[in-house]
């Protein structure tokens, strides 16, 4: 046989190893990008980075620092046990970066088109088979997965489509090394292959197969012994390094509307409080109704014609479905994973079940029109689609924009030493996750304010080396809890950039600016007090601050912008006018810092014309940092008509 016809042969291989690299390469460029411009995050990328680093070079099992107010010995497994992360600490141990944990992950969604493809050869010709699995590749709620990043869930496309590939095909012994392979991915897959066994059951029993009944006894008390041994490992291990589980790790908080603290009582309490059932459904209904569509389409009405694979997706459909966690029913998270094989593996089916008495122009048309559908799905849905720029579902759907500040952000954090301790946020700590001894601020923990207080009582009682903290991008706004320590441990301005800020413990050098200060603040980052906003098409950006009346007892017009400025000499312009000048009211502009008054001056408004804006200029040195720099406007009288546009903060060279 010749090259060419070997190659015609295994040209339907070759077209899926080549979409595989394809969709590799392409998911891994997006993510890294988004890592590199600082959307990706501690949770949970940052913690699976760190308990790889740990693990590999401090012997120390998935240690990271994150959580250790949920788990006191810092292991990953001490939350979910999932073994089958030692599969990738070979890969890691040549490249130890938390973008070798993104890479992985795109290869393992990307390799979870070969189980597809076998499984769709069950029941259709390689032609079809591979149409199918690269029209697998295309679904948006798989893209979800990948583009949030990093989790264990990544496995479960690969792992689950081999149990349905080998229960399909009767190799049994691979199906339960498969259900194991599947079980090491996360303590809950135990649930997803109860429901599976019920599916197993009546593949066995229902339809006609070659084993005896001895045999099909074997094989489903062995399905039975596999699943309840691996319940139990993943309940003692997690005991085991975490004697004492916070509640709220239960997810309690997620049921809230339904009325549950513990989603294992879901069953019986839907059972006997339905009234509760429908408004936990109720509970953004158009959301839920835009995820099952966004799951089902283009699959549903095909995957129909073969129902009993979707029977486990029941219980995730009923966590979610009754749920008020919004990640929960969204795509663009990792928990579709559990259900995306399941749905997948009835549209093959179903569409082999329309087709079989079809003749084959019926069969093209209707695979043309369902590869349409599929595109234009996967068009209005992926992250890494450009028609999803401004979608909100998750953070898979950030998109990576290089900026200077992303640029500067980048330089700052070079200027910190490798092995240096560092408390960091949330979205800047997976860029110091590969070492023992970074630290982010603990975002709020719902319905557990203590185990939360503790959190942040202990991280701020840290003393690291060096705090970054980036007013703009906090995820969860927790870097003001960063200014204690800051403030009461003698850390100074080691460097800073457009609201981004590096402290080091006892530095006594010059700061590195890595420009001036120049801000402009408009009426949303002032607080005002006797104003009110109103529109006027002459100002800056359509909205201004107006004189309401003194109807709050205090003199004071606006305050604020509470700004983070470092040493130096400042000009604060304020744009204002006057809608009457007759008027001979007292205003005073002032910088206002610590409690001190550092500097101010006062107009009339019969120096100002009518309904013209004036800048005024006031200037002011800063000897020490401030974190709370308020430029305000104070009336000394009881009437003014004073109209406030901008006050741009400049910082001299």
């Not at 399909?168 to 809950?188: P, T």
């Not at 929960?328 to 569409?351: E, K, V």
């Not at 007090?529 to 003199?555: A, C, F, H, R, W």
Request: overall charge negative; hydrophobic content about 40%; some cysteine.
């Amino acid at each position: 046989m010749s090259f060419w016809e070997k190659t015609r042969e295994i040209q339907y291989e070759l077209i899926i190893a080549l979409s595989i690299i394809i969709y590799t390469a392409s998911f891994s460029w997006f993510t890294l990008s988004k890592h590199n411009t600082f959307t990706t995050y501690a949770w949970d990328l940052g913690i699976f980075d760190q308990g790889f680093w740990t693990t590999v070079n401090l012997d120390k099992l998935f240690y990271y620092t994150c959580e250790l107010h949920l788990s006191e010995s810092g292991s990953f497994f001490g939350i979910h046990f999932s073994p089958i992360l030692f599969t990738i600490i070979p890969l890691y141990y040549l490249h130890q970066s938390a973008g070798t944990l993104l890479v992985a992950q795109s290869l393992i969604i990307g390799l979870s088109a070969i189980p597809v493809f076998k499984t769709a050869q069950l029941f259709h010709g390689k032609q079809t088979s591979c149409l199918l699995a690269c029209l697998y590749l295309l679904n948006p709620a798989l893209h979800g997965v990948i583009c949030y990043d990093f989790h264990v869930q990544a496995f479960l496309p690969l792992t689950l489509g081999y149990v349905i590939y080998y229960t399909l095909s009767r190799k049994w012994n691979m199906l339960l090394l498969s259900v194991n392979i599947a079980l090491a991915v996360q303590e809950q897959v135990f649930y997803l292959m109860a429901a599976y066994l019920v599916f197993l059951v009546i593949i066995i029993l229902k339809e006609p197969t070659r084993e005896t009944p001895r045999q099909k006894a074997i094989i489903i008390l062995m399905f039975i012994v596999s699943i309840t041994v691996w319940k139990i490992l993943s309940a003692n291990m997690i005991h085991h390094f975490n004697p004492d589980i916070p509640s709220h790790l239960k997810a309690g908080q997620h049921y809230a509307v339904l009325g549950v603290d513990d989603p294992l009582k879901i069953p019986l309490y839907a059972l006997t409080h339905p009234g509760k059932v429908l408004e936990a459904l109720n509970y953004e209904w158009y959301s839920k109704i835009g995820y099952l569509l966004s799951l089902f389409t283009p699959y549903l009405i095909v995957a129909s014609q073969y129902p009993l694979q979707l029977i486990p997706t029941i219980p995730w459909f009923a966590i979610s479905l009754l749920s008020n966690y919004p990640p929960y029913y969204r795509i663009g998270f990792q928990y579709s994973a559990y259900i995306i094989p399941f749905i997948y593996t009835g549209f093959i089916i179903g569409t082999s079940k329309i087709t079989e008495t079809r003749d084959p122009l019926y069969q093209r048309k209707l695979f043309k029109a369902i590869t349409i559908l599929a595109i234009i799905t996967s068009l209005g849905l992926s992250p890494l689609s450009p028609l999803t720029w401004g979608l909100h579902l998750s953070p898979a759907y950030e998109k990576p924009i290089e900026t200077t500040r992303t640029q500067r952000l980048n330089q700052i954090i070079e200027i910190i030493p490798e092995n240096a301790s560092i408390l960091t946020q949330d979205n800047i700590f997976p860029h110091f996750s590969n070492r023992e001894n970074a630290y982010v601020m603990i975002p709020p923990t719902y319905k557990d304010i203590k185990t939360w207080k503790d959190a942040i009582n202990w991280v701020t009682s840290l003393e690291t080396e060096y705090i970054l903290i980036d007013l703009e991008t906090d995820p969860h706004n927790t870097i003001r809890y960063a200014f204690t320590p800051i403030r009461e441990k003698n850390y100074q301005l080691l460097a800073f950039y457009d609201n981004i800020y590096l402290y080091q413990r006892d530095y006594k050098g010059a700061t590195i600016s890595y420009e001036p200060i120049n801000i402009t603040y408009t009426y949303s980052d002032l607080i005002p007090q006797n104003m009110e906003t109103k529109n006027d098409p002459n100002s800056t950006i359509g909205t201004v601050l107006s004189y309401q009346n003194m109807s709050i007892q205090t003199s004071t017009l606006w305050y604020g912008p509470y700004e983070i400025a470092p040493i130096g000499n400042y000009t604060a312009y304020f744009n204002v006018k006057t809608l009457n000048n007759r008027l001979n009211e007292t205003i005073t502009l002032d910088a206002y810092h610590n409690q001190t008054i550092l500097t101010q001056i006062e107009f009339t408004e019969n120096m100002l014309q009518n309904n013209t804006w004036t800048q005024l200029g006031l200037n002011f040195t800063l000897n020490t940092i401030a974190y709370d720099l308020e430029l305000r406007g104070i009336l000394t009288g009881l009437n003014t008509t004073i109209v406030l546009d901008t006050i741009r903060l400049e910082q001299s060279p």
